[in-house]
Every structure is written in C-alpha cells, then in structure tokens.
C-alpha cells in the first residue's frame, strides 16, 4: 500500500513536471509567433523606405548674403509623392526666410512661419510627382539670407519630414533621422570676388543679376545645344572661370558654375546658373512663348516680381511592365514565405493547446493522483 502511494505521488510530481514544461514552451512559442510577425512587417516596411537629404547651395555665407537650401530624396523604389509636411528648424536671429521654390508645381506648395519653425506642406490635386528608384530627386529650395548684424557663427538648420503619403493616400515610410546642416557665416571679406554683370545671351535670367545673389535659372528652346556665359567681375584683377558651355539633352537641366578668383588668388566666390533645356515637343507647341516659369512664394503665398521665376516642366517617369512584373513577383514571394511560417508556427501551437488540455482533463476524472485526497 506505501508503495502504491509512493509511485502515485511520483506520477502526480511528475504529471505537473509536463504541465510546467509545455506552459513554459508554449510562452516560448508564442513570443517566437510574435517576433516573427513584427520581424516581417518590419522588413516590408524597410524594404519601402526612402532616405532624403538636405544641402546648403553655399555653406559660408557672408553677413547680408542669400542663399538657399535643396530639399530632396533618394527613393529607395519607384514612388509616387503626392502628400506630405516639412518641418525647417533655424535660428530666426541669425537668418530671415525669404521664400521656397521649386520645379514642380511651386504652387502647391504652402508654407506657414511659427517662431523658429518653418512648414511646408504639399498637397496635389494631379498625379503627384514620381521619382525614379535610387534617383537622387529635388523636390524643393528654400531660400534664406543672413541677417546684417548676424555673428561670425556657425548656425544648424534641421529639417524633418512629418508624414507623407502618395495619390491614393498610402503612407510612404520614411527614415526617421532628422537632417542637418551647418551654415558658416563669414565676415564681409576686404578681397572683392563679386560680378558686376552676368548674361546669358539673349536669354533672360531669373532672378534678375544682382552680384549678392549666387543662384540664377534660365530657359532654352530644346534647339539649343550650346550656352555662351558671359560675367565680369567688379575688381578688374579678379579671374573668371565657367565650367561648361555645352548643355544636356533636351528636357533636361545643365548647371553651370561661374567662380571668381580674387586678386589675393586665394578667395572664391561661385555663381550657379541652372539651364532648363526644354522638350522637343513642348518646344514646338509654344513657339511663340519665350519663357514657362513658376514664381517664388513667400510666407503668404503672394506672388512678388522680385522673388525667382522658373519654368515649370514636369518629368513624369513610368515603369515598364516588366519591372512591375519583377516587383509584383518578389513582393508575393516574401508575403507567401512570412504566410507559410506563420500557419507552421499555428498548427505547432493548437498541439501544444491542446496536449495541455487533454493532459488537464485525465487530472480532472482520476482525483487518486493527487496525493491530498485520502486512498480507500
């Protein structure tokens, strides 16, 4: 009879060994479900992130002087943007916001000034803009220029996107990294490396030449191969250098960089000219136009005369079927695989749930097991 109980007690010590261990492994299985579905989601998500960037078109500035920030993105797939805000952090002591400006569609674009924080918002009621994978695409300029009585200092402008989505209100993901650049402001150097003019033929450039303002735009009929860019600086001793004069095919744009020598040979100044060579079809469907240009909108939206024009081209770019192909099998094959583990690790878990529960209920209709109850 001492033996019969002893060897009950055994199996009921050893009965809810079993239990412990498959309530352990079942905690272990489903943590392993859990992070196996955030791992998928996340990996989908990475897949379709896109870095962007932000450059300063003159990194030093000197006190009084304009320059402007490009605002852009390297996607990391083909993607349409038809949606999303900026935030453009700065110091407003040391820099005043002039005004953005962009190649498309300038005018939806909307822009709000609270303190230090500068928004942009882009909201399209087209198609939206679509960039190309791996592309390094801008999307906008902003324009700043440093305050008359500014310190000899570096001052950061960060820039930050707050939520984005394309045409059918699909959100984009986007790397969450806040971006940075730092602005060197420089003393008014005694070294004059200023122009006194700067032409480009007969062409007319926006904004109209002032020798402060380092960024210009012109546009030319898609027959023209060949730009002649003439500058003259303002002390005769200074030297002049332009880059290039031949231009990119049409309807695409050719930057073109005018740097001033000074007399010292040691200070620079440069001068960029962007060419926009227009489409042969968009060129011979307005001959009688000169010119197609956005304006620059400042903190109201208003137009202003003074303020850059540019014309206003859209390059649409559309994938071939066979990449929409390539990128529709590959997105199925990733779904199918996660799809596949995820019903594996199912069918795992309901025979663990249910081992569990025949093992509870053999507990339930023989009471001998446990060894509290008293054996006849």
Known sequence: MICDVIILKEHWRLKNCCKYFANYFLKIFLFIVNLVAVQAFTSLAVANTHQFYLESSNSHPVRGEEFSLVFGVIPS?????SVFRLKINFDQ????YTGIYSDNNVHDFKTNLSGNTLNVIFLTSEKGLEVKKS??????????????????????????????????????????????????ISEIPKVNCNLRSLT???????????????????????????????????????????????????????????????SDEKSKKSYKVTVNRLKASIDKDNRSA??????????????????????VIKNQIFKTEEDKNNESCYSVCIVRNHFRLSVFLVIIMICMIILVLIMRSKDTKNPTLDPKVPIK
């Open 93 to 96: 002591s040391v820099l005043k």
């Open 290 to 311: 000169k010119n197609f240009s956005g304006s620059k909108t400042t903190n109201s939206g208003s137009k202003d005369s003074n303020l850059y024009r540019k014309s």
């Open 77 to 81: 797939s083909d993607a349409n943007l």
């Open 200 to 262: 480009a033929e007969n062409y007319t450039l926006y904004p109209s030449f002032s020798g402060d303002i380092t960024q210009y735009k012109v546009t030319v009929p898609s027959k023209k191969d060949e730009l002649l860019i003439k500058a003259v600086p303002q002390d005769p001793d200074a030297k002049i250098t332009i880059n290039k004069t031949l231009l990119n095919s049409p309807g695409r744009t050719t930057a073109i960089t005018v740097t001033v020598l000074g």
């Open 135 to 184: 592309v390094k695409s801008e999307l906008l300029e902003i324009s700043f220029k440093t305050l008359s009585g500014a310190p000899a200092a570096k001052t950061d402008v960060y820039a930050e996107i707050d939520g984005m989505a394309n045409y059918d209100l699909e959100r984009i993901y986007t790397a969450s990294d806040r971006l940075k650049t730092e602005i060197m």
